[in-house]
């Protein structure tokens, strides 16, 4: 599966934006049928995504649907119209453990099963938002093999830490870490909040720089505009592409030669830092830089 | 009325009664090659005698002494825009006075200015010459309430006519931001200021009687800057205010933030970048719309990263292109007429900012139109069909409502042709099986860029192969279309009734690229 840098939020009753999801050069959109959408459009923007995943080409992007949370009288009625219609994921909002999880993965196994649809086709990302969710998130990241990702709601992670979410993150920096190392120790992605000034292109890219520092795969966004600024934040240092092309290369020829262990400028490579490496040479291949171009 | 099928297919007339014969459209350059020593039309002689006060008492007083009849040619030009009020003040005298069956030929008529419909209706106006029709004026003469002749022409293909003789221009009426009691004019000072008088230059020197009207009467000599000179005009109205400022500079276009548009700009751009025109010395054209406005902040951030500095940026001049000629980005710009009050305190300042007249311009039949020196033009478009033809003038209902400008004339000088535009708008595909209106042949144009794909004519393999190589995602004109339909169905095609022709549409050269008639 190709990396997914970048995430757009697309509200799920607005047709006109979902139509043009190809073409704004994002890896992956999310359809909201949550935050975005008022409570009186909740039924008309599920028909809505329901059409739109059965019958658009929404060409290679990969497509989550963010569904109202468990505790809302959504929660089923999304599950029902989004699951048949086979989204790659399904964003579950307000994530406060495995047992969430778990009910989740019950209720998606039994649309599946009754849709003659492969189990476990439909992936869930478990979205993280509150102080309880974040001390329980490495359980919620292994409740189910059908979790590929833990994401970060910002807004709503710092409101039930009571606190002000600042453009420095400062008041996110622990749940961050803490999400991504999860997410590392689980062998899932990691997704960050989105950022929520559409002016200030210059602090998105300076928060995205540090997201990815951080090891964050992928960051949320919420409008078209801030796509490239994230790809920027994402773009490999030509060093770092350089010796992940010694690491590729060093691991393809013990691979050839039957050699169990990897040695590149006389160090030992383990395991992770081959997948890691072949990472960063997929996402050079996205900014259409070659093989030996660097 | 006796119709022929044109090289592109397209129905067109002979003749278009009370205006005369016409070719049919063959090929964007055969008749230019066969023009080569042609006579042009005689220029009026305007002896005068020695005179050091040429101010009429009154527009009527002018009028008069002009010695218009009726039917005879009277024209304008368009720099005021919407902010134009010399249009509506002259019709209303011209109306007041009694006048019958003019002919209007005016460089292009402001959106604003409906009142042009009401004196067709009242007969004031009995035969039209423009670049476009839009608004009150478009509804009326799509409508068929109205019988008279329309010739639409684009900038160059007017300035052709004019010094040809196909035009001939009894009264000129030139809106004059700046002028002396001896008529020197200039665009770029005045309350109603408005950069290059380029439509108006042409308009000056071949007029058989030329009326300045102006708000801002300066000292004799006008000075720094003429750009019409005194020997060009016969008589020099003074009145309260020709033009409503606000509406006269559009206002610095910002940039677009839709991201419909930013893909085609981006795209548009990467296609430039690909098919290397982009490369010291480069010349360029663009239009003040989102789209192409958008892809020239791609350019400039590529032209400083690889310190590329252009030869000219030409046309009409929108305040982005003035700072790309300030920054250093272009060695000159030439303007036949400018969007904004910046780029009309550029041309009063800047020595490398020519104002250049509609021949120079775009006229395919002198020795040296500018367009012919484009590398590069980005061009928008209503919409497109599968053989690369472009409509700027009908709506899809076939409703008048755009103006051809520069549109053929760029499209057949640039080295690379590219049109942008949405793969649809409300709902309705942009690019069609037939365009409604021929107004660019495909011939000339080069790429479309939509935001769902770039399609590069089969004449410039060339281009696809570069664009190809860069990994831009090029598809089939074709593809395209039926992509988009599966979006947005297949509109039903509109119906016309082909003995009802609305307005002949000429080509740059004189011929006749298609007619638009009445829908059924």
Request: aromatic residues 6%; contains cysteine.
């Amino acid at each position: 599966m190709k990396a997914t840098r970048s995430m757009l939020y697309i509200p799920g009753d607005a047709p006109g934006m979902i139509q043009h999801a190809p073409i704004f050069g994002c890896d992956s959109i999310l359809l909201d049928l949550e935050d975005a959408v008022a409570l009186t459009e909740k039924d008309s923007a599920r028909k809505m995504v329901a059409t739109f995943l059965s019958r658009f080409d929404f060409k290679d992007l990969f497509v989550t649907v963010r569904i109202n949370g468990a505790d809302t009288e959504f929660f089923e009625k999304d599950l029902e119209a989004v699951v048949p219609c086979r989204p790659d994921a399904v964003r579950l909002p307000k994530c406060n453990g495995p047992q969430d999880i778990l009910a989740a993965d019950r209720r998606i196994s039994e649309i599946e099963e009754k849709n003659g649809i492969e189990p476990g086709t439909v992936k869930l990302h478990a979205m993280i938002e509150t102080a309880l969710g974040l001390e329980r998130c490495f359980e919620t990241a292994t409740a189910s093999p059908r979790v590929t990702a833990l994401t970060i709601g910002g807004q709503d992670f710092t409101a039930d830490m009571g606190v002000q979410k600042t453009k420095e993150g400062r008041e996110l920096f622990y749940a961050r870490c803490r999400i991504v190392a999860a997410a590392h120790a689980a062998g899932v992605d990691s997704y960050d909040t989105v950022w929520a000034d559409l002016q200030d292109n210059e602090g998105l890219l300076r928060e995205s720089k540090e997201i990815v520092g951080l090891g964050f795969t992928g960051k949320a966004c919420i409008h078209p505009s801030q796509v490239a600024t994230i790809h920027k934040a994402f773009i490999p240092a030509e060093k770092e592409l350089r010796r992940a092309l010694r690491v590729v290369e060093a691991a393809e020829a013990a691979k050839r030669e039957g050699k169990g262990v990897i040695s590149v400028d006389g160090k030992m490579v383990d395991a992770p830092v081959v997948a890691r490496s072949v990472h960063l040479l997929e996402l050079a291949e996205l900014y259409g830089i070659e093989r030996g171009g660097f | 009325m006796k119709n022929v099928i044109n090289s592109l297919g397209r129905l067109v007339p002979t003749e278009v009664p009370g205006v005369g014969a016409f070719m049919p459209y063959s090929a964007p350059f055969d008749r230019i090659a066969a023009m080569r020593g042609a006579a042009a039309a005689q220029k009026p002689l305007r002896a005068a005698l020695p005179s050091r006060d040429k101010r009429a008492a009154s527009l009527r007083a002018a009028i008069e002494n002009s010695g218009l009849q009726d039917g005879m040619t009277i024209s304008f030009h368009h720099h005021l825009r919407n902010g134009d009020a010399v249009i509506p003040m002259v019709l209303a005298e011209l109306q007041a006075m009694g006048f019958k069956g003019l002919t209007f030929a005016p460089s292009s008529i402001p959106d604003a200015h409906d009142c042009v419909a009401d004196y067709i209706k009242s007969g004031l106006i009995n035969k039209l010459y423009t670049s476009g029709v839009r608004g009150k004026l478009g509804q009326l003469l799509s409508s068929g309430e109205v019988d008279i002749p329309v010739v639409i022409r684009s900038h160059g293909g007017r300035a052709r006519a004019i010094e040809e003789g196909s035009i001939k221009i009894d009264v000129a009426f030139l809106a004059a931001p700046s002028c002396d009691c001896l008529g020197n004019i200039s665009g770029c000072t005045g309350p109603s200021a408005c950069g290059s008088l380029g439509y108006a230059i042409t308009d000056a020197r071949n007029a058989a009687h030329v009326i300045a009207v102006t708000d801002n009467l300066v000292e004799y000599p006008l000075s720094p800057k003429i750009s019409i000179p005194q020997y060009h005009v016969d008589q020099v109205v003074t009145v309260e205010s020709i033009g409503d400022p606000a509406k006269i500079a559009t206002g610095a276009a910002r940039i677009t933030r839709s991201p419909v548009d930013l893909r085609i700009a981006q795209d548009s751009f990467r296609l430039m970048k690909a098919a290397e025109v982009v490369r010291p010395g480069f010349s360029f054209q663009m239009g003040v719309g989102g789209a192409s406005l958008a892809a020239a902040v791609y350019l400039e951030e590529y032209m400083a990263e690889k310190g590329i500095t252009g030869s000219f940026g030409l046309g009409g001049v929108g305040g982005y292109m003035a700072a790309m000629h300030d920054k250093g980005m272009f060695r000159t710009v030439f303007d036949v007429q400018s969007f904004d009050a910046v780029v009309t305190k550029s041309m009063a300042a800047n020595p490398s900012h020519i104002e250049i007249d509609a021949s120079w311009y775009a006229n395919p039949f002198n020795a040296g139109a500018l367009v012919n020196n484009l590398d590069c033009v980005i061009l928008a478009a209503l919409e497109v069909d599968t053989d690369f033809n472009v409509n700027v003038l009908t709506g899809n209902d076939g409703v008048l409502r755009g103006a051809s400008g520069g549109h053929q004339d760029t499209a057949a000088g640039a080295a690379l042709s590219i049109v942008v535009l949405p793969s649809f708008r409300g709902g309705v595909p942009s690019i069609k099986d037939k365009v409604t209106t021929i107004t660019t042949p495909g011939e000339t144009v080069d790429a479309i860029v939509t935001e769902r794909g770039i399609c590069i004519n089969s004449r410039r393999p060339e281009i696809t192969e570069a664009a190809r190589k860069a990994k831009l995602p090029v598809i089939e004109i074709t593809d395209l279309k039926n992509e988009i339909e599966k979006l947005t169905g297949v509109p039903k095609p509109i119906e016309f009734n082909y003995d009802k022709l609305l307005a002949a549409v000429e080509y740059r050269d004189g011929t006749l690229i298609d007619g638009v008639y009445a829908a059924k």
